[in-house]
T-cell receptor, first 114, second 113 residues
């Protein structure tokens, strides 16, 4: 089954403790992206990657890092999480150069930073 | 945690009625549009798309209308069912630019039995 897999689904952590949210896709998509979703603000792009070793900032990159060492994986790293990073996170992937049929989204990771 | 549906405009319909969800998009250069459905606890799912050289596209029980003159999209759902209850987003891609989807804020569709 074609899918984007995120882990974990739920995570509660403390301020300052580094964490990684993993994302993997099995569709051989070049393009991958991370979004956060907050009530009243919709989906906002954090980082994206147009191919292996090619990453760029989205609209809200502060406090996040990403890497793209392999085509299928695009982890999101929070080096020092803070409570304002409590949110619902989605990984997405698509074909390049154009997103035929849009993006395929993962099921989400609900992160709480206390 | 808070539901994604909070703070969103809500459309409440009776089961069996038709639903129309509207979206205003921002960029006149956008050439591809998508409607997504997001159920509680899940990621957005593709419903239907339309390219800017079309003004109407039909799927199974869904129709998307595009009015480029006023930069407006609508999603029509026929014979709405309880399983249609979800948040619906429109999204646009700017032709020629990066692969970036710009999302609308969404509408919560509540289907009353």
């Amino acid at each position: 089954e074609a899918q984007v897999t995120q882990n974990p689904r739920y995570l509660i952590t403390v301020t300052g403790k580094k964490l990684t949210v993993t994302c993997s896709q099995n569709m051989n998509h070049e393009y991958m992206s991370w979004y956060r979703q907050d009530p009243g603000l919709g989906l906002r792009q954090i980082y994206y990657s147009m191919n292996v070793e090619v990453t760029d900032k989205g609209d809200v990159p502060e406090g996040y890092k990403v890497s793209r060492k392999e085509k299928r994986n695009f982890p999101l790293i929070l080096e020092s999480p803070s409570p304002n990073q409590t949110s619902l996170y989605f990984c997405a992937s698509s074909t390049q150069p154009r997103a035929l049929y849009g993006y395929t989204f993962g099921s989400g990771t609900r992160l709480t930073v206390v | 945690g808070e539901s994604v549906g909070l703070h969103l405009p809500t459309l409440s319909v009776q089961e069996g009625d038709n639903s129309i969800i509207n979206c205003a998009y921002s960029n006149s250069a956008s050439d591809y549009f998508i409607w997504y459905k997001q159920e509680s606890g899940k990621g957005p799912q593709f419903i239907i798309d339309i390219r800017s050289n079309m003004d109407k596209r039909q799927g199974q029980r869904v129709t998307v209308l595009l009015n480029k003159t006023v930069k407006h999209l609508s999603l029509q759902i026929a014979a709405t069912q309880p399983g249609d209850s979800a948040v619906y987003f429109c999204a646009e891609i700017n032709g020629g630019a990066t692969n970036k989807l710009i999302f609308g804020t969404g509408t919560l569709l509540a289907v009353q039995p």
